[in-house]
């Protein structure tokens, strides 16, 4: 459980390094300049033993404190605008039926198409165009089940030819798309259990790359959940040369210092996958928060649905959701149990 101390600690560092993903989270005060600031505040750092921490400017105020004029802590921060902008142009390219330029979108957001690539990526983990071909990709697999045809689903979707999407369908469904029409039957997973400190490890992978990592007390229990979630699927046992894949995941997970770098399948909506991207910049024995998740790619206010996306991740450890905690500190749920979340945590602390 983290304590009063270790979450103060934590807050300090934020202040000394001025990180600007600690905005919004709280405030700190200085006793001996009597106003309150915001972490990523320039101004010149105050000694440790002057500073109080705040969780409102409300709160500061209260305590007698005034705002700074150098961070302004009661107006929107340069993250949070950028985080808006972003959530704005987000919104255009999935509202629009036709490809947006760079140079559109930016005019929209009122920046250089350079700065606005930049903050875009910095934002969401993707560029613009990455963002608009994983949204349109997402309506193409929604509309194909009920489409007429496939051409209809593919230039229902914002596609201009039918060439230019076959050409990316095993990119961006995995098979191709009369596979997928037709429900996914035939594709070809190879898996294989194998056991680790944590219990029961399964690990599945198409031609593509790795399309499920799940971690439990019960094999047979695991298996169904594979059979479950691609439940057309043809089931392959692994060879000697898939154990070694999951050997390799084992061995991460007993040492994380190992590295783990696979190649992957992954399939998600286009929210899901700007998550899942998002998790994967979280270092080894870093951590990051819900909010902050929610922050990096653009919809600050989606904190519930960041948390919705990290418990339908089915690739454990690969995409890191277990480094997702509370604001507060506290671990809170993981799909595969807490006490797992814990051990990785500390196993990654320790690396």
Known sequence: MTTRKSLDDARWDAI???????????YFSVRTTGVYCRPSCPARLARRENVAFHLSCEAAEVAGFRACKRCRPREASQSERDAALIARACSLIEKSDEP??????????????FHFHRVFKAAT?????AYADAHRADRVRKALPSSRTITDAIYDAGFNSNGRFYASSAQVLGMTPGRYKAGGEWVQIRFAIGECSLGSILVAATDKGVC??????????????LQDRFAKAEFIG???????????VIGFVEQPRLGLDLPLDVRGTAFQQRVWTALRQIGVGKTAS???????IGSPKSIRAVAQACAANLIAVAIPCHR?????????????????KRALLEREKRA
């Open 290 to 296: 819900y909010g902050e998740i929610a922050a990096r």
């Open 125 to 129: 983990g993707v560029t613009p165009k």
């Open 238 to 248: 692994g060879d000697a040369k898939f154990e070694a894949l999951v050997a390799k």
């Open 100 to 113: 947006l330029r760079l140079a559109t979108l930016a005019a929209a957001s009122g920046l250089s198409p």
């Open 212 to 225: 499920a990592i799940l971690m439990g007390s019960d094999p047979d229990a695991l298996v169904r959940q």
């Open 324 to 340: 997702v905690i509370r604001t507060d500190g506290r671990l809170s749920g993981y799909r595969w149990g807490v006490q797992r």
């Open 16 to 26: 000394v390094s001025k990180d600007r993903r600690a905005d919004g989270q709280f």
